[in-house]
């Protein structure tokens, strides 16, 4: 005996109902390594313009570093507001006035970095030739009186951050022009790459694993 029809002369399954283990839809690892593709593929073009920034930045290095410095006063400014009023809504406890104040130093530096960027630039350029200055003497020095199975590696790395903040100093005032929006537009760069890196490589994986999972489904 036959199953009943339906009105187009269609068998179907007992009951009228569709035949059972039918797929309901697009659901399945297809679909998931389609969204999984898509969303590495977003991962890869961010990537890609965090990469066209960070080249741009080092062609127009003064552009990039005022740029850096605004920003970094506005992550302060919004910063303190934020911890301002963390603050206020845990008013009562032990820290209530230690995160005023730290607020509240938050909100004076990023208001005085927004105001005077050239000023902010020029002064975290000396701290940062100074800290390149100190880091490489200490390298030297414990280089040579260590005498590690890194030596040459610790001795290169201290020169190059001794050589680098002589540099820094020498050209100081003019070199606070370039030096902060250069390591910007290389940070922004090499985060790019490794972005496309992450994004180009995803979609690859997926797409094999989504091209052996798809003939297996096949066959059952």
Known sequence: MTGPTSE???RTGPGGGKRAGAPAGKS????EGRKLSRSFGVLALLGALLAVA????????????????????????IGGLVGLLHAVQARGTPYFWLGVVV??????????VIR?????????????????????VFRLVGSVVVRGPQFGWT??????????????LVDWPHSSLYVLGCF?????????????????GGRRVVGLVTDQMTPEEGEK
Not at 28 to 31: E, K, L
Not at 103 to 112: E, F, K, R, Y
Not at 159 to 168: D, E, I, K, P, R
Request: proline letters at 2%; hydrophobic letters at 65%; a negative charge.
């Open 184 to 200: 910007f537009s290389l940070a922004l760069l090499f985060d790019g790459l490794g972005l496309i890196a992450i994004g180009v």
């Open 28 to 31: 399945g690892p297809a679909a």
């Open 8 to 10: 187009g002369g269609k």
């Open 103 to 112: 607020a509240a130093l938050n909100i004076a530096a990023g208001v005085v």
């Open 155 to 168: 001795l290169l790395q201290g020169a190059f951050g001794l050589l680098l903040g002589v540099l820094v």
């Open 54 to 77: 960070g080249l741009v930045g080092l062609v127009y290095t003064g552009v990039a570093t005022l740029t850096s410095m605004i920003l970094f006063g506005w992550l302060l400014l």
């Open 116 to 136: 005077n960027p050239v000023g902010t630039a020029e002064a975290l350029t000396m701290f940062a030739a100074l800290l390149f200055l100190t880091g490489g």
